[in-house]
């Protein structure tokens, strides 16, 4: 990545005799800053997705205009969706306690006459049976009683148990059909796109009679005033940002001015494509007007000295040594530098003079 410093520094030739260009250390402010490159991005910035398959049938906004939550957009029309949600509600209609009354009448009715079939069986046998204690009526006619008895209460408590099963089945049908209806009906709803903010629409995507599918953008939407600098920042000078760091912020759209932002979001995964991270800044003093996807370079500052000890790079020989106006080579250890600058942090001295090698 290319790096920015601002920096005063003046180079002195020196000597007549000797050709050789020469200059001396000196004590500068230098500032050390990491270059990115972007585009401005509006607050809560993205694609309205169609999120259904069919046809548009009525887009009710334009380019430019303010929207509120809940304003509708797009209208998406599905023969498949209408039929659909027209069956769903035919079954919820048929599937209703009040449209089932007959059966549950009818069930009850033969649970009632169950009951009463099994008290009259039921009086039937007690009489025979006190009968055939006073030794009146045969044996035959007394387990003919007992077994009509039996069996009508058995058919009683089946009669009881499918009763409450149809009352629970209709109950459970009841239910589910007017879920079915409900989603369906959600479903329906989702053939008509609303906005989820308050915002501009800054583009739209599709015309009206276009066929789209559940994946298909729509529109671009974002915030009104609020606008985030997308930054990409090379890996191998990630380390060096972090939140808060000052961005010096230039623009094709204001050229000649410099507008300050600061760090609000380092992202944790790279980009394995391009080998950069995305970092967010927003700004502190910042342009009277924006649009998205407006294009920026950066500076970010990494670390700022007021007197630090500068020399030109081209003046340093394999990134460690200096060479003095006798000859000899002294190693020196370097800290903050750019593309022409770089500061000496041992081995020279404020003022000494060093040979371009």
């Known amino acids: 990545m290319r790096k920015f410093l601002i920096f005063s520094f003046t180079i002195l030739v020196l000597g007549c005799k000797d050709k050789r ?37 009525k887009i009710w906004a334009k380019e430019g205009d303010i929207i509120n939550a809940g304003d509708k957009l797009f209208s998406i029309n599905s023969e498949i969706q209408q039929y659909s949600t027209e069956n769903a509600k035919l079954a919820e209609e048929n599937a209703r306690l009040e449209s089932n009354k007959a059966k549950l009448f009818e069930a009850q009715q033969q649970l009632n006459f169950q009951y009463n079939k099994m008290k009259l069986d039921s009086s039937l046998y007690f009489k025979q049976l006190a009968l055939y204690k006073l030794q009146v009526g045969s044996q035959l006619e007394l387990e003919q009683r007992e077994l009509n008895y039996l069996n009508s209460k058995t058919a009683y408590f089946s009669a009881q148990v499918r009763t409450s099963d149809l009352e629970k089945l209709l109950k459970l049908q009841s239910k589910q059909s007017l879920n079915n209806y409900k989603i369906s009906l959600q479903q329906a709803g989702d053939f008509e796109i609303k906005s989820q903010l308050q915002g501009s629409i800054y583009q739209i995507l599709k015309k009206e009679g276009e066929f789209v599918t559940a994946q298909t953008p729509l529109a671009l939407i974002g915030g009104n005033n609020n606008f985030i600098l997308e930054m990409q920042v090379d890996e191998n000078d990630i380390f060096k940002i972090g939140l808060n760091q000052s961005v010096y912020v230039s623009m094709d759209s204001y050229k000649g001015k410099v507008f300050t932002a600061k760090i609000s979001r380092i992202s944790p995964i790279m980009n394995d494509r391009n080998k950069t991270f995305l970092v967010e800044a927003v700004f502190v003093d910042g342009p009277p007007k924006l649009y998205p996807n407006i294009t920026f370079e950066a500076n970010i500052l990494v670390q700022s000295k007021e007197k630090a000890l500068l020399i030109p790079r081209n003046y340093l020989l394999n990134d460690s040594l200096v060479l003095k106006e006798n000859g000899e080579q002294v190693l020196v250890q370097t800290g903050i530098k750019d593309l022409q600058m770089i500061e000496i942090l041992s081995g020279l001295k404020d003022g000494e003079v060093i040979v371009k090698p």
């Open 21 to 57: 260009e020469k200059t001396n250390a000196r004590l500068m402010q230098i500032s050390e800053s990491v270059y990115a490159s972007g585009a401005i991005k509006s607050e809560n910035q993205f694609q309205i997705l169609a999120g259904v398959n069919g046809k548009i049938k």
